[in-house]
């Protein structure tokens, strides 16, 4: 529990204290709801299974923090579920290690699946979800992997990328893990900041042609113009 609360204070930019972690962070109680929860979904005590037992206790958590965990999930170490109202996972969902999960995120089915298969996806360590987004099917999210805020993943999303929109797209990859948030490295993240920069990079180019003709003339002008834009301006 304790190598739990440490890496939230780590992974949360807001450097929440370990008695406020503890305390008010729903996340965690959903968790430690989830294992009591999971461990009695497995017991097999001579042939009874007490998964009506479970699912009860998975409910009263739900009813607790707004965060749906099925008693059969797999989930690994030092997951983070930052917020978490709404976050839906299924039955045979599997989480790794270090997995960043944010409010509103589905791992669900697609229907349609045969009873007792593998319906729902499989989060390898180090992955991050945004808010709101879903990821649906038996797919495979790779390690250190990130899905954007409101993104649909319907298909295995390979270790290191970051995919986005609806429906998703792979728009990054890298092998380097970044343990909060989204990287800024790639311009598709940033379509307004791409465009931008084209424009200035434009304007530029017209500055140097510009700066080609040494007229005095036509500079005494343009100087003139300038100063008459400055004062007209009322700045």
Same mark, same amino acid.
């Given at each position: 529990?304790?190598?739990?609360?440490?890496?939230?204070?780590?992974?949360?930019? #807001?450097?929440?204290?370990?008695?406020?972690?503890?305390?008010?962070?729903?996340?965690?109680?959903?968790?430690?709801?989830?294992?009591?929860?999971?461990?009695?979904?497995?017991?097999?005590?001579?042939?009874?299974?007490?998964?009506?037992?479970?699912?009860?206790?998975?409910?009263?958590?739900?009813?607790?923090?707004?965060?749906?965990?099925?008693?059969?999930?797999?989930?690994?170490?030092?997951?983070?579920?930052?917020?978490?109202?709404?976050?839906?996972?299924?039955?045979?969902?599997?989480?790794?290690?270090?997995?960043?999960?944010?409010?509103?995120?589905?791992?669900?089915?697609?229907?349609?699946?045969?009873?007792?298969?593998?319906?729902?996806?499989?989060?390898?360590?180090?992955?991050?979800?945004?808010?709101?987004?879903?990821?649906?099917?038996?797919?495979?999210?790779?390690?250190?992997?990130?899905?954007?805020?409101?993104?649909?993943?319907?298909?295995?999303?390979?270790?290191?990328?970051?995919?986005?929109?609806?429906?998703?797209?792979?728009?990054?990859?890298?092998?380097?893990? #970044?343990?909060?948030?989204?990287?800024?490295?790639?311009?598709?993240?940033?379509?307004?900041?791409?465009?931008?920069?084209?424009?200035?990079?434009?304007?530029?180019?017209?500055?140097?042609?510009?700066?080609?003709?040494?007229?005095?003339?036509?500079?005494?002008?343009?100087?003139?113009?300038?100063?008459?834009?400055?004062?007209?301006?009322?700045?």
């Amino acid at each position: 529990m304790c190598d739990l609360i440490d890496s939230i204070r780590a992974r949360d930019p #807001a450097r929440p204290s370990f008695m406020e972690v503890v305390l008010a962070y729903p996340g965690v109680h959903a968790l430690v709801i989830h294992r009591v929860a999971h461990w009695i979904w497995t017991l097999d005590i001579k042939g009874f299974k007490p998964q009506a037992l479970a699912r009860v206790i998975a409910h009263g958590g739900r009813l607790l923090t707004g965060i749906e965990i099925h008693p059969g999930a797999k989930i690994g170490k030092r997951l983070f579920i930052d917020h978490g109202m709404g976050l839906v996972i299924g039955e045979t969902a599997e989480i790794g290690d270090d997995v960043t999960l944010y409010h509103g995120v589905t791992l669900g089915g697609k229907g349609g699946d045969l009873p007792g298969s593998k319906r729902h996806p499989t989060l390898e360590n180090g992955v991050m979800i945004g808010a709101n987004a879903q990821v649906l099917g038996a797919v495979t999210i790779g390690s250190a992997a990130k899905i954007g805020a409101g993104a649909l993943v319907t298909s295995s999303v390979p270790s290191g990328c970051v995919a986005i929109g609806n429906p998703a797209r792979l728009v990054n990859c890298k092998s380097e893990n #970044a343990s909060y948030g989204l990287p800024d490295t790639s311009d598709d993240l940033d379509p307004v900041g791409k465009t931008i920069n084209g424009l200035l990079a434009d304007i530029n180019a017209i500055k140097a042609q510009l700066d080609m003709h040494d007229d005095p003339v036509i500079q005494k002008d343009n100087e003139s113009t300038y100063a008459d834009l400055w004062k007209s301006s009322g700045i």
